[in-house]
């Protein structure tokens, strides 16, 4: 029972550790950052830390595309455009081999970038505020 208590707590203590969904201060920073490349179309990148997984940090940045569509006017978006980049980072293990140190490539840290073009009907793919709705609430954002 005690194992079972210490492994809850850790995957509590883990998911906390998770990039949260806030603006990230410059394009490489943790967070969501966008950019406008023309009229209706954005860049929007979401750039999660190694204890955020893929699912999220991708979720993250759908959320972040409908609320730009929103802020700008629009109500449904597409995309055009989809990139995904998972940096590995190298765990020092501790452990001495043949005079160096073993090391584990372990952790990743997810890079999700979406091209969108958005529409001011309700004609494309993703309906803005219904994905942004239903996003927040899914990771109980205020």
Known sequence: ??????????????????????????????????????????EVTFNGNENTTAAKAHNFALLRAAEVCLENGYQSFEITRQTEDFTEKEVDTGIKIF???LSNIENTEPKIT???????KLD??????????????????Q
């Open 1 to 42: 029972m005690k194992k079972l208590i210490c492994v809850l707590g850790a995957l509590v203590l883990l998911a906390a550790c998770a990039t949260p969904y806030k603006q990230a201060k410059k394009a490489t920073g943790n967070g969501y950052f966008d950019t406008k490349l023309q009229e209706g179309m954005y």
């Open 114 to 120: 979406l091209v969108i073009r958005c529409s001011k």
């Open 99 to 101: 005079g160096g140190t």
């Open 124 to 141: 494309l793919l993703y309906k803005a505020e219904e994905l942004k709705t239903n996003l927040r609430a899914k990771y109980k954002l």
